[in-house]
């Protein structure tokens, strides 16, 4: 489902949308068998938390996995579902769906959220799903996010995220005020990390965190794209730049840059529709100076650490902030 999202969100081909729309409708119905029973939900799109490092799954999460992920997997591909059927102009089919995505929400949340507001399993990976996908109520954000930050530290700052999470670890860490332990997992070279395949000569990206073992053994695939999506939160949170939803094709983005972790400077572009766009950031002391370079037809949303703001139009501007 994320594919002709994403081709409509990021090059503003709205086309796929028309093309995908009878799967939308085949998944949908799926999910609403389903949706007040977890069991026959996960019977029709469970999936598994694939590619989590042996050291960090969690007892429970075989045999829960199906029924968690699949559940939470509709989570975010209702908000797929919505974005599609407006941008084709069907507002009557997104209000239906949303209206099932409330009813599936609220049977995740009555199997998964205990009393306490504990989440089950107690995994970083269900914790980092049910937050990036707004699936915990906002009451409880900071609680699930706080234990999500104690289990990574009960794994002495090590992630313990698979296939469908990992790209969402560090991002939900910073969204939630945790950007110091975002860089630290993304700085930690021992293994389960990013950094440990290279300190083992990596020079493609594995498919499993244990993909050359201590024996120099490699196991699966070594030139995978899965652990790669890392390079998401480079671009979005360290170097800042950001898609905002009412700007398809990056009519409209966000440059906010947020530096941490030792780094001095940091520098992205993007090559969108209208044209490259550009972040180039540079700490001086205890400065900070900010390039961007917006693209024609498109205007920036620029936010410095110290929190000024500013609306750019095209052409490059220079900007200086204090750390924040």
Request: charged residues 20%.
């Amino acid at each position: 489902m994320s594919a002709p999202h994403r081709l409509a969100e990021r090059a503003g081909v709205l086309e796929t949308l028309g093309v995908a729309r009878p799967a939308r409708e085949r998944l949908a119905r799926a999910s609403l068998l389903g949706a007040g029973a977890i069991g026959a939900s996960v019977a029709l799109m469970g999936t598994s938390a694939w590619l989590i490092s042996r050291a960090a799954q969690h007892p429970s999460e075989a045999s829960l996995t199906l029924a968690i992920v699949g559940v939470q997997f509709f989570g975010l591909s209702r908000g797929f579902f919505r974005y599609g059927e407006r941008l084709v102009g069907h507002d009557a089919d997104a209000r239906r769906l949303e209206e099932l995505a409330a009813r599936t929400l609220d049977a995740w949340r009555a199997e998964f959220i205990g009393p306490d507001g504990a989440l089950t399993p107690d995994s970083q990976a269900n914790h980092v799903r049910a937050l990036a996908w707004d699936l915990v109520p906002d009451e409880l954000r900071v609680q699930t996010a706080s234990r999500l930050v104690e289990l990574v530290r009960a794994a002495e700052t090590h992630l313990g995220t698979g296939f469908l999470a990992t790209p969402y670890l560090l991002p939900v860490l910073a969204d939630a005020g945790h950007l110091n332990v975002a860089f630290e997992l993304l700085f930690q070279d021992t293994p389960p990390s990013w950094l440990a395949m290279v300190v083992r000569g990596a020079t493609t990206v594995w498919e499993l965190w244990e993909g050359v073992d201590d024996e120099g053994v490699a196991h699966e695939s070594l030139n995978h794209y899965s652990k790669g999506a890392v390079i998401s939160f480079l671009h979005r949170y360290v170097a800042g730049i950001d898609l905002l939803d009412d700007g398809p094709a990056y009519r409209r983005f966000r440059v906010q840059p947020r530096p941490g972790g030792g780094l001095t400077w940091a520098e992205a572009v993007h090559d969108s529709p209208l044209g490259r766009l550009e972040s180039s950031w540079r700490i001086d002391g205890r400065r900070l100076r900010l390039i961007v370079t917006v693209p024609p037809g498109a205007a920036a949303d620029v936010v410095l650490p110290d929190g000024a703001a500013a609306r750019q139009g095209p052409g490059t501007r220079e900007y200086e902030s204090g750390l924040g």
